[in-house]
C-alpha cells in the first residue's frame, strides 16, 4: 500500500520561501501521479498542483509564478517550490496520489481517501508571518 512521508513545512515572514517534499512508497508512478492539496480556513481542502506522469503541471491561480512543483527521476518523491509566501499561503499542505490521467477535483474533504490509489499523507503547517 502507497505510504506518503512529507517534510518542510514551517514558519517564515511573508516574501519568504519553503521547500515540501513527499516520497511516496510502494508507489508505481506508471498507475499513479502526485499532487498538493492545503486546508486553510475552510473545511475543505484546495488543490494547490499536481504533476502529470507526463510532466505536465497544474497551479491554482493564486499561486502561479510562485510555486514550482517537480519530480525526482525515479517520480517517487514531489517537490513543492514555494516563493514569495503571502498571508493567503499558511494551511496545512497535503500530498496526495490519483490514479494515472484521473481528473484531480479542485476541492474536496481533506483526508478522506475516495479509492485506493488517493492516498493522502499526515499534512505539513505552513506559517506566514506578516
Known amino acids: 500500500e502507497i505510504q506518503l512521508v512529507e517534510s518542510g513545512g514551517g514558519s517564515v515572514q511573508a516574501g519568504g520561501s519553503l521547500r515540501l517534499s513527499c516520497t511516496a512508497f510502494?508507489?508505481?508512478?506508471?498507475?499513479?501521479?502526485m499532487g498538493w492539496y492545503r486546508q486553510g480556513h475552510g473545511d475543505r481542502c484546495e488543490l494547490v498542483s499536481h504533476?502529470?506522469?507526463?510532466?505536465?503541471?497544474y497551479y491554482v491561480d493564486s499561486v502561479k509564478g510562485r510555486f514550482t512543483i517537480s519530480q525526482d527521476n525515479v517520480k517517487t518523491t514531489m517537490y513543492l517550490e514555494m516563493n514569495s509566501l503571502k498571508p493567503d499561503d499558511p494551511a496545512v499542505y497535503y500530498c496526495?496520489?490519483?490514479?494515472?490521467?484521473?481528473?484531480?477535483?479542485?476541492?474536496?474533504?481533506?483526508?478522506?481517501?475516495?479509492?485506493?490509489?488517493?492516498?493522502w499523507g499526515q499534512g505539513t503547517q505552513v506559517t506566514v508571518s506578516s
Open positions: 496526495v496520489t490519483e490514479s494515472y490521467g484521473r481528473a484531480w477535483p479542485t476541492r474536496r474533504p481533506c483526508e478522506v481517501r475516495q479509492y485506493s490509489l488517493n492516498v
Open positions: 510502494d508507489f508505481n508512478p506508471d498507475d499513479s501521479e
Open positions: 504533476i502529470r506522469a507526463d510532466g505536465t503541471t
